[in-house]
């Protein structure tokens, strides 16, 4: 059983940037795709970013070009660096292992992202 823990929110205004980080509880150097989710107040959880184990990257559209998705295999932490940040990307946000477009983890708590206007 593989867990997560993730790390970084907080409160930012506007156009302001944060970075978030998921530790892992084991090696993820063997793990494929590993991606961020979010959840905002009563919405579903949607699927924001993949880190593949190859380091490529893909984007919900809404953070496209804001978002950026890495990994370290050596530390054990998938990160996402949220720049030009926006009041609708006010959420909770998860990682996963992701496989077939589902993820395989159960949830962490989270860590929450607010954007103030």
């Known amino acids: 059983q593989v867990r997560f823990v993730e790390s970084g929110g907080g409160l930012v205004q506007a156009g302001g940037s944060l970075g978030l980080s998921c530790a892992a509880s084991v090696s993820i150097a063997s793990f494929g795709a590993i991606a961020w989710y979010r959840q905002a107040p009563g919405k579903q959880r949607v699927l924001v970013a993949i880190?593949?184990?190859?380091?490529?990257?893909s984007y919900a559209t809404s953070v496209r070009g804001r978002f950026t998705a890495t990994r370290d295999d050596v530390k054990n932490t998938v990160y996402l660096q949220m720049n030009s940040l926006k009041p609708e990307d006010t959420a909770v946000y998860y990682c996963?292992?992701?496989?077939?477009?589902?993820?395989?983890?159960?949830w962490g708590q989270g860590t929450q992202v607010t954007v103030s206007s």
């Open positions: 996963s292992r992701i496989q077939g477009g589902q993820p395989l983890d159960s």
């Open positions: 880190v593949g184990r190859d380091g490529s990257t």
